[in-house]
């Protein structure tokens, strides 16, 4: 069975054989400065370009930062090393480029002003708080980088974009939010990208392993070992748990925010011409946003009708049309 999905995913006629995957996987192979030159270069420019677009808020500009961008390279060899079991040094090139992408991120936020909010930018805000989704499509990203990478008849520079997009923005986002002192949305935004670097280092490993590109043992048996398995299992576990998590987070907070609305809108049932225009939780606390003709009830009674039906704790502020807002205190406190 396995031999036939091989043969229905890769023909035998377009498959690379390893010496040419391994020649355009390892930069310590070959004519290393050269490889090595080109990509430091590349990726240079495309962490310009990607935090330029970043900052001027442009899906379009990201984009075409991704088109250069070489990461595909180094991220795809670490796969293919760890179904051969053999050090290629792509993990530390890795890490010198992502730390070369965040630094630039930083840079560029240095041109913000202090007041900038950095939530109301879509290309950061959409990158700070990783779900399950995100797991799926850089699962869907590393299959599909590894089989075109395999294949004769798919240009290069496609698996090259898709996996750019999936690690690029998430690092000079983190860094302009690290450049800001926003510590917890850095830190979102780094757990986008390491979630997406083992989910395609797991599609690679998985599609490298199958086609047959693994030891010479795995090759003789006709599919990977048990040590190949557990590495892939335990890179499955390090990106679930935390997405699967944060998912959940996220569901709770839409759930809290949908009970504190109702509860909101009870709240001011009885003020003539009052009503909830919206609500959302920022850094653990429920703003409720109102529009009343004059002034809102006393806010203890918000925070009364709240306990019980979200978690103790939670603060809750109250924003007014008229432009003022009252820290209403704690839900039981």
């Known amino acids: 069975m396995l031999n036939g999905v091989r043969a229905r995913v890769l023909p035998t006629a377009q498959r690379r054989t390893l010496n040419e995957l391994t020649q355009d996987l390892d930069l310590s192979s070959g004519d ?9 270069t590349m990726l240079t420019l495309s962490s310009v370009i990607a935090a330029g677009g970043v900052l001027t808020d442009s899906t379009a500009t990201v984009i075409g930062a991704m088109i250069i961008a070489p990461l595909a390279t180094p991220i795809m060899g670490i796969a293919l090393g760890s179904v051969q079991r053999r050090r290629t040094g792509a993990a530390r090139i890795v890490l010198f480029a992502c730390s070369l992408v965040i630094v630039m991120g930083m840079l560029f936020s240095t041109v913000l002003p202090g007041d900038y909010d950095l ?14 989704m995100d797991l799926v499509a850089a699962l869907a990203t590393g299959f599909a ?8 008849d798919v240009a290069a520079v496609l698996p090259g974009v898709a996996i750019a997009i999936s690690l690029v923005p998430p690092l000079v986002v ?15 935004a780094l757990v986008l990208f390491v979630s997406n670097f083992f989910a395609l280092v797991f599609g690679g490993m998985v599609v490298f392993a199958t086609l047959g590109y693994g030891t010479q043992a795995d ?16 890179l499955f576990t390090v990106v679930f748990v935390p997405l699967a998590a944060n998912t ?10 949908g009970r504190t609305k109702d509860t909101a809108e009870e709240w001011l049932a009885e003020e003539p011409g009052a009503s909830v225009t919206s609500v959302d939780s920022t850094s653990r606390t429920m703003y409720v946003h109102v529009r009343t003709p004059a002034g809102v009830p006393p806010v ?34």
């Open 300 to 333: 203890k009674g918000l925070l009364d009708r709240l306990q019980g039906r979200i978690p103790d704790g939670i603060p809750v502020v109250v924003d007014t049309s008229r432009g003022q807002r009252i820290d209403a205190g704690v839900v039981g406190g």
């Open 145 to 152: 980088g590894a089989v075109a990478l395999a294949r004769r």
């Open 219 to 234: 090759r003789a048996s006709g599919r990977p070992t048990r040590r190949t398995y557990a590495a892939m299992a335990l």
């Open 248 to 257: 959940t987070i996220t569901l709770l907070l839409d759930t809290w925010t």
């Open 32 to 40: 290393t400065t050269s490889k090595r030159s080109a990509f430091w």
């Open 174 to 188: 983190a860094g302009v939010c690290l450049g800001q002192l926003s510590g917890w949305l850095a830190l979102g």
């Open 119 to 132: 939530l109301a930018n879509s290309q950061i805000a959409s990158r700070t708080s990783p779900g399950l």
